[in-house]
């Protein structure tokens, strides 16, 4: 008898830290009674800075507030706002009164939200006035009528939240505490929309057991304890910034820090000096305008030991200068998906610099990864490319009211699939080598663009690069890289490409097509938009 004996791309996550079971709420209420007069949130715009025995009264306020308003467990409760302290408040709030918290982008314009409101079937919708070019309140009021169940709009700064508030003072813990023992930890409690590349987005549907246990998993491998201070620039209302920052600090008595409604490079900096912030997260890109600030030198940020940098693939350089310039010896590379609440693979704190740049690390504590052929389905050995599968406890309920697309991603084993290309190693450790529908073929050859994209960072005249498949009469596909010049060098051209590239990959995987950009597409949580850069493509080259 003859059997395939090679050893399969799947691994466990073991543990001996058990999986938390409990709400968000009793989590919090635990944090508050440990560690009442340490720092819980500071949010640099407002001044607002609240110990953990205030933060948890802001939030009961809110929380009986939200009652009064008539708020009961399952009812849906909007939130669009940029990053502030009172977002943070709904969060903790609703999740007490076993409420579904429904993360609505903050880019998001009119036909969006209108879909979102009715499709989640949003109640009650709080909501900042404005943000930058946005007009909230009056997108509001233009979709309003065509929202059925849309029955109360409360705006921050404004009466409505003032009187939320008021209610809230007046209102009866016991009605709280009464609520709150109705509540299991695998109730839903937060929806959000994954900005679908391709038709309107879908709401992944998660539960306090999932995404508690995901801040708190990814908080315990960074090390965190009460005495740390996270910086927070990426958005909350995405699993980042709720989950991986929010929910990672108040359950381990951590500090969250706001440097700002929005992302800006020095804010976040300032906030790490004058704070003396211990994590910073980000993406990539984040980084990478951090690290570009003129005055980067003059910040200390002495302070900072780890972080996170994640929402898509880290360039080596970007990733040897967080290490070198701003001292986070301990930087996380994190992989995951909104689904998955979100993240599965993580890097170690001890794990080389190599390892770091090269992977996204091993399987997350309580979770499994595999990774299978696309066509077959079946797992693939180690050092074979295929589609990456996780599961365990941070698989998302489903997407709201479509079981249709719940049945599309996560099959009858409860396997998450991904749609991401991975390898995995000898060891355990996964590359993210693309998306299965980002794979370009040339004339019959898979090209990977995240290889080509890795040897140009090494590039001294580029700050970016992005490669995407174009339609060829020739080839099927042909090559095409968008790049970011440094400040004052010359405009990249495709001979200057070509010169550089031949002789370092293979002459099929070198770009045909140059176009140098300012800035790349991009969705609000970082992420390069290859999608309308292939559409704008077709239309550049006619």
Not at 360 to 372: A, D, T, Y
Not at 464 to 483: F, S
Request: with cysteine; glycine share 10%.
């Amino acid at each position: 008898m003859s059997v395939n004996v090679s050893h399969p791309s799947y691994a466990s996550g073991t543990s001996t830290t058990p999986l938390l079971g409990d709400t968000i709420g009793v989590n919090l209420a635990r944090t508050v009674a440990a560690h009442p007069d340490r720092d819980a949130l500071v949010d640099r715009a407002s001044g607002l800075r609240l110990t953990y025995r205030a933060f948890g009264a802001e939030v009961e306020r809110v929380a009986l507030g939200l009652l009064d308003l008539g708020v009961a467990k399952g009812d849906r409760v909007g939130i669009w706002a940029p990053n502030r302290a009172e977002w943070t408040f709904v969060q903790y709030a609703t999740a007490r009164i076993g409420a579904v918290m429904v993360n609505i982008n903050p880019a998001y314009r009119t036909h969006e939200l209108e879909y979102v409101l009715n499709q989640a079937g949003v109640s009650v919708l709080v909501a900042a006035p404005s943000f930058k070019t946005s007009d909230y309140a009056g997108m509001i009021e233009e979709v309003r009528g065509k929202c059925p169940e849309l029955r109360e709009v409360v705006l921050f700064d404004g009466p409505a939240w003032d009187s939320l508030l008021a209610a809230g003072d007046q209102g009866d813990p016991e009605r709280l505490a009464e609520a709150e023992a109705a509540l299991s930890p695998d109730d839903p409690i937060n929806i959000q929309y994954t900005s679908g590349t391709t038709g309107f987005p879908k709401g992944a549907t998660l539960s306090h057991h999932n995404i508690l246990n995901n801040g708190y998993s990814v908080g315990e491998l960074l090390g965190y304890t009460e005495a740390d201070r996270i910086a927070i620039p990426v958005p909350f209302y995405h699993c980042f910034g709720m989950v991986m920052g929010n929910l990672a600090a108040t359950s381990h008595g951590a500090c969250m820090v706001i440097p700002g409604p929005g992302f800006d490079p020095a804010a976040a900096l300032d906030a790490v000096q004058a704070e003396g912030c211990t994590s910073l997260y980000g993406v990539p890109a984040m980084f990478i305008a951090e690290l570009a600030l003129p005055g980067f030198d003059s910040y200390d940020l002495s302070t900072l030991r780890t972080g996170i940098m994640a929402g898509s693939p880290c360039p080596v350089e970007v990733m040897r200068q967080v290490i070198d310039r701003m001292g986070m010896a301990e930087v996380s590379i994190c992989y995951g998906m909104t689904e998955t609440s979100p993240v599965s693979t993580q890097t170690r704190r001890d794990d080389s610099v190599e390892r770091r740049v090269s992977t996204v690390g091993r399987v997350g504590p309580h979770l499994e990864v595999k990774i299978v052929d696309p066509g077959s389905g079946v797992t693939v050995p180690r050092g074979t490319p295929g589609e990456l599968c996780t599961r365990g406890y941070s698989v998302m309920l489903g997407y709201w009211k479509q079981p249709d697309k719940t049945a599309e991603a996560i099959d009858t084993g409860r396997w998450m699939h991904t749609g991401d290309l991975a390898v995995m190693d000898g060891d355990g450790y996964v590359s993210i080598t693309g998306r299965i529908k980002d794979m370009v073929i040339r004339g019959g050859e898979n090209i990977y663009p995240r290889e080509i994209e890795e040897l140009l960072y090494t590039h001294p005249d580029l700050l970016d690069a992005q490669v995407i498949g174009v339609p060829d009469e020739r080839y099927g596909e042909e090559l095409m890289v968008w790049v970011r010049m440094r400040d004052g060098v010359e405009p990249f051209t495709a001979e200057k490409l070509r010169s550089f590239c031949e002789g370092r990959i293979a002459h099929y995987k070198i770009p045909r097509y140059v176009h140098v950009v300012d800035e790349f597409p991009m969705t609000v949580t970082g992420k390069v938009r290859k999608v309308q850069m292939r559409e704008e493509a077709v239309r550049l080259l006619g």
